[in-house]
């Protein structure tokens, strides 16, 4: 059984930056890849950042440039550093795991970028 823990969310101000982080736990023998999906009202869910047990990452064009995607394969820890914040980026945001054959979720945490 593995759990996926999230924080990090917040009110931030345009322009503004905050850092998620997501822990996971349980039994992982190997994690083929680790993102961050986020889900506005109304919207369907996208994903924002994606990073593979090989380090390749990949980013959705709305973010690129703003947001960084890392891991500690030490502590089973992903991080999404989101700069230069938009209102367009206001949505819960979920962290992703994927083990073989298998998919987890965190909780989700709430991200709001206004003035």
């Known amino acids: 059984q593995v759990q996926l823990v999230e924080s990090g969310g917040g009110l931030v101000q345009p322009g503004g930056s905050l850092r998620l982080s997501c822990t996971a736990s349980?039994?992982?023998?190997?994690?083929?890849?680790m993102g961050w999906f986020r889900q506005a009202p109304g919207k369907q869910r996208e994903l924002v950042a994606g990073?593979?047990?090989?380090?390749?990452?990949n980013y959705a064009d709305s973010v690129k440039g703003r947001f960084t995607i890392s891991r500690d394969n030490a502590k089973n820890t992903t991080y999404l550093q989101m700069n230069s914040l938009k209102p367009e980026d206001t949505a819960v945001y979920y962290c992703?795991?994927?083990?073989?054959?298998?998919?987890?979720w965190g909780q989700g945490t709430q991200v709001t970028v206004s003035s």
């Open positions: 990073i593979t047990n090989g380090g390749s990452t």
């Open positions: 992703y795991l994927h083990v073989f054959l298998t998919d987890y």
């Open positions: 349980g039994s992982i023998f190997s994690i083929n890849a």
